[in-house]
Nanobody, 114 residues
Framework: VQLVESGGGLVQPGGSLRLSCAAS????????LGWYRQAPGKQRERVAI???????NYADSVKDRFIVSTDNPKNTMYLQMNNLKPEDTAVYYC?????????WGQGTQVIVSS
């Protein structure tokens, strides 16, 4: 499975961004799709995942602000990020996990700053 993220950028605190992750390849082998992030000097952390049944799960730090969704006909996953905070600044990666699948995208930078 190949993953390509897009949609990152610079946004002011309180603003919104929508990230996209386009998947190609062995799509049917995917069980979960997820968003992770890594801030400078910190470990990569899980932000949100969504299962093949559509059930989402969020990190406490983004709950009620971020929404993960998929557009199956387009093989694309989205992360709608609202009320962004400076601590959300990181490189955001999408991940696909499944039968014989463990893939990462190249990452997209999100900077929240005034």
């Amino acid at each position: 499975v190949q993953l390509v993220e897009s949609g990152g950028g610079l946004v002011q605190p309180g603003g919104s961004l929508r990230l996209s992750c386009a998947a190609s390849g062995s799509i049917r082998s995917i069980i979960t799709l997820g968003w992770y992030r890594q801030a400078p000097g910190k470990q990569r952390e899980r932000v949100a995942i969504i299962t093949s049944t559509g059930a989402p799960n969020y990190a406490d730090s983004v709950k009620d602000r971020f929404i993960v969704s998929t557009d199956n006909p387009k093989n694309t996953m989205y992360l709608q990020m609202n009320n962004l905070k400076p601590e959300d600044t990181a490189v955001y990666y999408c991940n696909a996990f499944g039968i014989g699948v463990s893939s990462w995208g190249q990452g997209t930078q999100v900077i929240v700053s005034s």
